[in-house]
C-alpha cells in the first residue's frame, strides 16, 4: 500500500485513503480520509512480497530489480531485449497458453498506430483521448473507461439557477445519439452521474433518459418563459431571455461534436445557445474564471465512481454548483450511509446541478493472427492475454 501510495499510477486511485494497518495474519485496515462505501473497488495495486521492492529478494531464474508479486507475468532482459515471462511465483494455478511474450520498446507514442499497421505490434489498445478517432486495419473490440463528460452548469446564472430550467435542457439533448454520433460510436450514454454498468444502480430506478420537446418546453413555459420574441429567443418578461454562453475546447473534436449538437437541441425549444470555442489553455482559462453558463467537461473518476470531485468544497471539477445544495447534502448523507442510492439519484434528477452525458470508451485492436476473444475490464486491457492463441 505505501509503495502504491508513491507510485504515480495507483496514487490517483488512493487519494481517499490515509493509512492502512495490518490487524491480524489475514487482515488489513485501511482509514478513509471521508466515508465511500465503495472504496474497496480502488483497492487495484499489486501485492508483492515485503522487500521484493529493495535489491535483495529475486527468483534464482529471473534476475531483475524489478518486485515480483502476484502478477501473471514478470519483465525479463537480457541483451537489451525485453520480453515477459511467465511468474511461477503467483499464487494458486496460472497456466497461460504462452510462457514468454515479446515486448517492443517505443520511443514515440504517436508511432504507435504506424508501428501496427506494419505489424511490428500485433496488440494496441486506443483511448481517444485527444478526441480524435483513428481508424484501424485488423480486429478490434470496445473496453469501458470511467471517463465521465458532462455539461457543466453554472448555478450561479440567474437563468440557470431554477433546476426546471436545467430539466428542461437535459430533456432536450439526446444522450444515446450525441455520445454515439459525437464520439465516433466510443462512449455510452448516461443519466445519471455513474456509468450504466455501476453494480450499485442495481435495484433502483433511474431517471429518463430519451429526448422528450414537449415536456421540455412545456416545464420552461411554468417556469414562466412562455413568449418567444420575433428573433426566435424564448424569455420571460421578468427573468429575462434563454440565451447561454457554451464553452467548450475546439482542439477536442469529439467535445466541439457535442457543443454544436446540444447547441442545435436546444434551439428546438427556441433556447439560444452562444459557442465559445477556445483552444484547450483558453478553455481552462473561461471555465476558471465563471465567465460562461454551460461548458462540456470531462473527468476520469475513481472506480468507486467519487462524486467529491463535484460536491465537495474544493471539487476538482465543482465549477458553477451550489456545495450546500440538497442534492450535495444527499450524496453527503449516501457516503455515510444515511441515506440510500435511491435517495440520492432522486434528489439528483430533481437538482441536476450539471447534466451527465455519458462514459467514452476505448477500443483494443489485435493482429487478425491472434484468435481468442480479448476480454477487456477498466483496469486490465489484458484480462484473459493467459487464453490467447496465435494462429
Known amino acids: 500500500f505505501v509503495l502504491a501510495k508513491n507510485n504515480n499510477f495507483y496514487s490517483a486511485y488512493l487519494k481517499n485513503i490515509s493509512d492502512a494497518s495490518v490487524i491480524d495474519s489475514s487482515k488489513v485496515a485501511f482509514t478513509l480520509r471521508t466515508a465511500n462505501p465503495y472504496e474497496a473497488n480502488n483497492l487495484i495495486f499489486p501485492i508483492i512480497k ?13 534476475s531483475s530489480n524489478l518486485p515480483i508479486g502476484s502478477g501473471r507475468y514478470t519483465v525479463k532482459e537480457e541483451n537489451g531485449i525485453k520480453t515477459l515471462v511467465v511468474n511461477k511465483n503467483r499464487l494458486g494455478s496460472y497456466h497461460p497458453e504462452y510462457n514468454l511474450i515479446g515486448l ?29 478517432y483513428k481508424r484501424y486495419t485488423g480486429e478490434s473490440s470496445t473496453f469501458e473507461t470511467t471517463n465521465f463528460t458532462f455539461l457543466g452548469i453554472n448555478s450561479n446564472c ?22 454515439s454520433v459525437s464520439c465516433a460510436g466510443f462512449a455510452v450514454a448516461t443519466q445519471t452521474p455513474f456509468h450504466p454498468s455501476f ?30 420574441s420575433g428573433s426566435g429567443i424564448r424569455y420571460s418578461p421578468e427573468k429575462g431571455k434563454l440565451e447561454l454562453r457554451l ?12 457543443a454544436r ?16 470555442e477556445y483552444s484547450y ?14 461548458y462540456i467537461g470531462e473527468t476520469k473518476l475513481s472506480n468507486s465512481f467519487n462524486l467529491n470531485v463535484f460536491f465537495a468544497e474544493n471539487g476538482n471539477v465543482g465549477y458553477g454548483i451550489d456545495t450546500e445544495s440538497e442534492t450535495a447534502e444527499s450524496y453527503r448523507q449516501l457516503m455515510k450511509g444515511e441515506a440510500t442510492m435511491q435517495d440520492f439519484l432522486d434528489s439528483f434528477a430533481d437538482g441536476l446541478p450539471f447534466i451527465p452525458l455519458g462514459y467514452r470508451r476505448g477500443m483494443t485492436v489485435r493482429n487478425p ?11 486490465d486491457y489484458l484480462a484473459n492475454i493467459n487464453e490467447w492463441t496465435v494462429e
Not at 426546471?164 to 432536450?172: D, G, S, T
Not at 467548450?248 to 469529439?254: G, L, R, T, Y
Not at 489553455?281 to 454551460?294: F, M, R
Open 369 to 379: 493472427k491472434i484468435k481468442t476473444k480479448v476480454i477487456t475490464t477498466v483496469n
Open 50 to 62: 515485503k522487500n521484493s521492492d529493495q535489491d535483495n529478494i529475486h527468483s534464482d531464474e529471473y
Open 261 to 276: 449538437s446540444i447547441q442545435q437541441a436546444l434551439a428546438e425549444a427556441d433556447i439560444v445557445v452562444v459557442l465559445k
Open 281 to 294: 489553455n483558453g478553455y481552462v482559462n473561461a471555465v476558471d474564471s465563471g465567465a460562461w453558463d454551460l
Open 104 to 132: 517492443k520498446d517505443i520511443t514515440e507514442v504517436s508511432s504507435i498506430p504506424n508501428l501496427f499497421e506494419l505489424n511490428e505490434i500485433d496488440f494496441y489498445t486506443e483511448s481517444f483521448s485527444d478526441g480524435a
Open 199 to 228: 453494480f450499485a444502480l442495481e435495484g433502483c430506478t433511474l431517471p429518463p433518459i430519451k429526448y422528450d420537446k414537449q415536456a421540455a418546453i412545456t416545464l420552461l413555459e411554468e417556469a414562466g418563459y412562455n413568449i418567444v
Open 247 to 258: 464553452v467548450v475546447n475546439k482542439n477536442n473534436s469529439f467535445k466541439l461534436a457535442m
Open 158 to 179: 440567474s437563468v440557470l439557477n431554477e433546476s426546471a430550467v436545467r430539466r428542461a435542457i437535459a430533456l432536450l439533448i439526446n444522450r444515446p445519439d450525441l455520445m
